[in-house]
């Protein structure tokens, strides 16, 4: 399969604002970089009307099969990512932040206050990831060994889900 054509969209008010630097977004393009191709990035604010805009007008476009999201997915009033989402997913993946915040409970408690939701809109996978780099680097590990398969899946170049046989 050829590599799989990615947006990661950066969700912090402070990075936005220019007040501090984002180390998220740089973290996430190095650790799908193997597996994807970052077609574009987009630093935004903590803003649901933004975020969902961004996320239809990239999904619609056709020019990417996966949209990674960045921050925004935590208790704070300001953290609206799951729900900008929400606002835009024709269809929910609940598995995705399903195990990555299994896997991370491995490691911390905090990890069951995660919001992120995952989904698809036309032919894109839109995940929400943390904005912590701990957190990122975990919930990448989860991820990235079922994107090939889930993109090849929803481009309908691939029909089985189920586990492949072993021999």
Do not use: W
């Amino acid at each position: 399969m050829q590599q799989i054509r990615t947006a990661v969209i950066t969700i912090s008010d402070s990075s936005y604002k220019g007040e501090r630097e984002d180390k998220a977004g740089p973290l996430l393009l190095g650790l799908i970089s193997p597996l994807c191709e970052v077609v574009k990035t987009l630093l935004l604010p903590d803003e649901r009307e933004i975020i969902a805009q961004s996320l239809k007008e990239i999904s619609d476009s056709g020019e990417v099969d996966l949209i990674l999201t960045s921050g925004g997915t935590g208790l704070s009033s300001r953290d609206v990512t799951p729900e900008a989402t929400l606002d835009v997913l024709e269809r929910l993946v609940p598995g995705i932040p399903e195990a990555m915040r299994s896997y991370g409970l491995q490691f911390t408690n905090r990890a069951m206050l995660s919001r992120a939701v995952a989904g698809t809109r036309k032919r894109t996978l839109i995940v929400n990831m943390p904005g912590s780099p701990a957190a990122l680097k975990e919930n990448t590990s989860q991820l990235l060994p079922v994107l090939e398969h889930a993109i090849s899946v929803l481009k309908d170049e691939a029909f089985a889900c189920a586990r492949p046989h072993e021999h």
